[in-house]
């Protein structure tokens, strides 16, 4: 990187790499410096994967705006970009005549959002969408849907780099200085020099906006558990079902949510906490989503839980306040120039993630010439999976390639060429949970149990990465010490 950058983008989240994608049209120089050793290192690989319809957030915010449109997008996106998602729509629950006072409320703000769907059910109704959800009447929400997070975020990241964007990983932004109206930027062990940054950082965008000379925001992390449930529930819950929010506390209540691949979210909680990177999980809020969950999923046991995680939210109100502040996306030439920062970017986040970057593009418009390219391409191709096909076409695959008919991972059924493509491509993993979130081998029942060591054999011969040197997923996060003995 001899020649300055155009554009240097600090974070490789799910809007990072949407920023990236939606630059990569452009006849411009983008590079993307993240501080973790891969993709999924943050907030974006620790969420419950809805599409939000945009009745939760206040009319007239960027945040609501950005979410309706995003949603609205989705499907031709994830066409483009061949994710998996699907338009579940959505149960809001209550029980009592507060509760529907709030569902009416909700209703009317989705109205005035441009909300798509949305109705009022009765018992019956409810019953008829999901029997083993208990309430006496529901929001009902047509337009929401559920997308494979990981999927999604690492979808955008490819395609930007099959369009040209350099992606700088272990990387974390360290020290900016203006000079000769360039941005040099200490990016790990290197400088980059750079015309324009994006702040893009997440639960660190704070302190990256004050790196850059602007001051004044403070994100508050905020945790939220998780349960992951065994794929023997899936066909009780075909769709997201919450209860009533308590807008106050700064989320929207403990909820479950289905995946595409059949199991069930319990959660997230809500707790302000000290760290961005503290995604401990503690029995107490493990009890609490369990005694919650059941409140309207009276079925939930203990026992169909095969997997505790936390996220952390970037909130930009604290816990004397809590609740929601708008996204922030601005610009501040006069402390900060030639930076557009966004802080606060919290939930609805992944929905609104590309709206979120062309917003970007329009501030960066208003005074920089954007030339688009004519060999831009704006399709990515997941590869063929064996566990996506029917028995015919699975014959024809393992045919042509052997290794499509070695099983690696039994509980998802993950094959060693799904392991392969997700060692190779435009950004391959180069960490444990980096090939996870890519072919979701480690995410069934065993959680690992069976496959995690034939992964780290294979990320050994296929990638050529010693089992020494080999990270579970941050930095510092390396497995083995060294060698026992040689087999």
């Known amino acids: 990187m001899d020649r300055p950058l155009d554009i240097t983008i600090i974070g490789a989240g799910v809007i990072g790499c949407a920023v990236a994608r939606e630059l990569s049209r452009y006849h411009l120089r983008v590079a993307v410096a993240e501080a973790h050793p891969d993709l999924f290192g943050g907030t974006s690989a620790r969420n419950s994967g809805v ?39 959505k149960l809001v629950v209550g029980f009592d005549d507060e509760d529907r006072a709030h569902l009416l409320s909700m209703l009317e703000r989705g109205r005035r959002n441009g909300v798509p769907g949305l109705k009022l059910i009765g018992r019956d109704a409810l019953r008829k969408l999901a029997p083993a959800v208990a309430g006496e009447f529901a929001l009902y929400s047509a337009s929401t849907g559920i997308v494979d997070p990981f999927q999604w975020t690492w979808a955008l990241a490819e395609n930007a780099a099959h369009n040209g964007v350099r992606f700088l990983f272990s990387s974390p932004l360290t020290a900016a200085v203006r000079r000769d109206g360039l941005w040099a930027l200490t990016v790990g062990s290197r400088t980059l020099y750079s015309r324009w940054v994006i702040n893009c950082a997440g639960l660190f965008s704070d302190k990256v906006a004050a790196l850059l000379g602007l001051t004044g925001y403070q994100i508050y992390p905020c945790r939220g558990e998780y349960f992951l449930l065994d794929e023997r529930l899936s066909s009780l819950l075909p769709l997201p079902a919450y209860p009533v929010p308590n807008y106050r506390t700064g989320g929207l209540g403990i909820h479950l949510t289905p995946t595409l691949e059949g199991n069930i979210l319990i959660g997230p909680s809500t707790e302000y906490i000290d760290g961005p990177t503290d995604w401990r999980t503690t029995a107490p809020t493990q009890d609490m989503l369990l005694r919650e969950g059941r409140r309207i999923f009276p079925s939930l046991s203990r026992s169909d839980c095969i997997r505790a995680f936390a996220g952390v939210r970037p909130k930009l109100t604290g816990p004397d306040r809590g609740g929601y502040d708008d996204f922030v996306i601005c610009r501040r030439e006069d402390v900060s120039p030639r930076v557009i920062h966004l802080i606060g970017m919290e939930s609805p986040g992944l929905t609104a993630s590309v709206p979120i970057a062309r917003e970007v593009i329009r501030l960066l418009g208003l005074t920089e010439p954007l030339v688009e390219r004519s060999d831009f391409d704006p399709i990515r191709e997941r590869p063929t ?50 090939l996870k979130y890519r072919c979701g081998a480690m995410m069934g029942r065993c959680q690992g149990g069976y496959c995690q060591t034939r992964l780290v054999a294979l990320m050994e011969e296929l990638a050529g990465i010693p089992r020494e040197q080999l990270l579970y997923g941050p930095a510092g996060s390396r497995l083995f010490p060294g060698k026992v003995r040689d087999v």
């Open 51 to 89: 599409i939000h319809a945009g009745f939760h957030n206040a009319p007239g915010s960027l945040m609501a705006r950005l979410c309706v449109e995003g949603n609205r997008l989705f499907s031709d996106l994830t066409a483009h970009l061949d994710v998996p998602m699907r338009r579940t729509s």
């Open 385 to 434: 999976a064996l566990r996506h096909l029917g028995p015919a076409a699975q014959a024809r695959l393992i045919a042509g390639n052997p290794d499509h008919g070695e099983i690696v991972c039994r509980c998802r059924t993950i094959t060693r060429a799904d392991v392969a493509a997700a060692l190779s491509g435009p950004l391959p993993a180069r960490t444990l949970t980096g």
